[in-house]
């Protein structure tokens, strides 16, 4: 299958091709965004997506329409810290474009180092459960919860991956599902409440996800089931490992109780990716975009850095 590059600057540099998210894996489109708005749409409505991917765009977008727009762009998504932290180092940069692809540039050599630390967590032939999406699309090459699958792949290492849908944006059977067979890994799709069943069997040696936000003391907010997925490994004596930039650790946010999550619209659950609507018109909908996963449910934090082991 062909490479799919998530984000660049045009070739006059004077706007930003992306691949549009929402529509995958059925379209391949890219799409070329020139205005502030545009620019923030891009992030709002999840066109571009995961917390590195969204600061390394953010960074782009800075450099195209100024310092005068930081704020603006900052409030598209309040919860990933990547955003905030791209856009104020753009602000403070002499140089705009240096600084925006010294950013993405930083971002690829982070992720293959946090996937070389990760692979060391696994071994051939283990059961691996995903959720949300943390590869490169969310990244730059090779991601961060998924970088250790595509790196071992790349070594003929072999792993059976369990992806799961999660609901209801579906980036898990969309997205992760799409990039793991791209990289010619085992992929077993299964529903968000079939977790318990597979851990229960057996067929989970460990679970990957990425993070959006990681307070002082190891509290991870990341997509919407995280949490539960923790609680379900904590059960089952399951390790459970957050892999993300060392950026994405927020030493300002001392709890995931200070962190806001935002809540998005109720047709994400109601109609969103289906034919015809799910549910009865004019249904109460509660969703929240993240939830907060407790430092004392996460067996390590695998940054570029190394890997952070939970003390007992």
Same mark, same amino acid.
């Given at each position: 299958?062909?490479?799919?590059?998530?984000?660049?600057?045009?070739?006059?540099?004077?706007?930003?091709?992306?691949?549009?998210?929402?529509?995958?894996?059925?379209?391949?489109?890219?799409? @070329?965004? /020139?205005?502030?708005?545009?620019?923030?749409?891009?992030?709002?409505?999840?066109?571009?997506?995961?917390?590195? #991917?969204?600061?390394?765009?953010?960074?782009?977008?800075?450099? =195209?329409?100024?310092?005068?727009?930081?704020?603006?762009?900052?409030?598209? /998504?309040?919860?990933?810290?990547?955003?905030?932290?791209?856009?104020?180092?753009?602000?403070?940069?002499?140089?705009?474009?240096?600084?925006?692809?010294?950013?993405?540039? @930083?971002?690829?050599?982070? *992720?293959? #180092?946090?996937?070389?630390?990760?692979?060391?967590?696994?071994?051939?032939?283990?059961?691996?459960?995903?959720?949300?999406?943390?590869?490169?699309?969310?990244?730059?090459?090779?991601?961060?919860?998924?970088?250790?699958?595509?790196?071992?792949?790349? /070594?003929?290492?072999?792993?059976?991956?369990?992806?799961?849908?999660?609901?209801?944006?579906?980036?898990?059977?969309?997205?992760?599902?799409?990039?793991?067979?791209?990289?010619?890994?085992?992929?077993?799709?299964? *529903?968000?409440?079939?977790?318990?069943?597979?851990?229960?069997?057996?067929?989970?040696?460990?679970?990957?996800?990425?993070?959006?936000?990681?307070?002082?003391?190891?509290?991870?907010?990341?997509?919407?089931?995280?949490?539960?997925?923790?609680?379900?490994?904590?059960?089952?004596?399951?390790?459970?490992?957050?892999? *993300?930039?060392?950026?994405?650790?927020?030493?300002?946010?001392?709890?995931?109780?200070?962190?806001?999550?935002?809540?998005?619209?109720?047709?994400?659950?109601?109609?969103?990716?289906?034919? @015809?609507?799910?549910?009865?018109?004019?249904?109460? *909908?509660?969703?929240?975009?993240?939830?907060?996963?407790?430092? @004392?449910? =996460?067996?390590?934090?695998?940054?570029?850095?190394?890997?952070?082991?939970?003390?007992?």
């Amino acid at each position: 299958m062909q490479e799919l590059v998530n984000i660049r600057l045009s070739d006059d540099e004077n706007s930003i091709i992306i691949l549009d998210q929402r529509l995958l894996p059925n379209k391949i489109e890219y799409i @070329e965004l /020139r205005t502030a708005e545009e620019m923030y749409d891009a992030i709002k409505l999840l066109k571009v997506r995961g917390a590195p #991917a969204i600061g390394i765009f953010a960074a782009y977008a800075i450099f =195209i329409l100024g310092r005068e727009y930081a704020d603006y762009i900052k409030s598209a /998504r309040p919860t990933a810290v990547n955003l905030q932290w791209a856009v104020d180092r753009m602000v403070n940069a002499s140089d705009l474009l240096a600084e925006c692809k010294a950013i993405h540039q @930083e971002d690829i050599t982070m *992720c293959r #180092a946090i996937s070389e630390n990760g692979l060391k967590l696994i071994k051939n032939g283990d059961g691996v459960l995903t959720h949300c999406n943390a590869g490169p699309l969310a990244t730059s090459k090779y991601g961060t919860g998924l970088g250790p699958l595509i790196l071992g792949a790349e /070594r003929n290492m072999r792993f059976n991956v369990f992806v799961d849908e999660t609901r209801p944006l579906l980036q898990g059977s969309r997205i992760t599902a799409l990039e793991l067979i791209n990289a010619g890994l085992d992929v077993t799709l299964i *529903c968000d409440n079939m977790a318990n069943t597979v851990m229960k069997q057996g067929k989970i040696n460990a679970v990957f996800v990425g993070a959006d936000r990681v307070a002082a003391n190891g509290d991870v907010a990341n997509k919407i089931g995280t949490s539960g997925l923790a609680v379900l490994a904590k059960r089952y004596g399951i390790p459970f490992y957050v892999f *993300c930039p060392s950026s994405t650790i927020d030493m300002s946010c001392k709890t995931g109780s200070d962190i806001v999550i935002e809540e998005r619209s109720s047709d994400e659950i109601t109609r969103l990716y289906f034919a @015809e609507p799910v549910a009865p018109v004019g249904v109460k *909908c509660f969703n929240p975009a993240f939830d907060v996963t407790e430092a @004392e449910l =996460i067996t390590a934090v695998i940054t570029e850095k190394g890997t952070f082991i939970k003390q007992s």
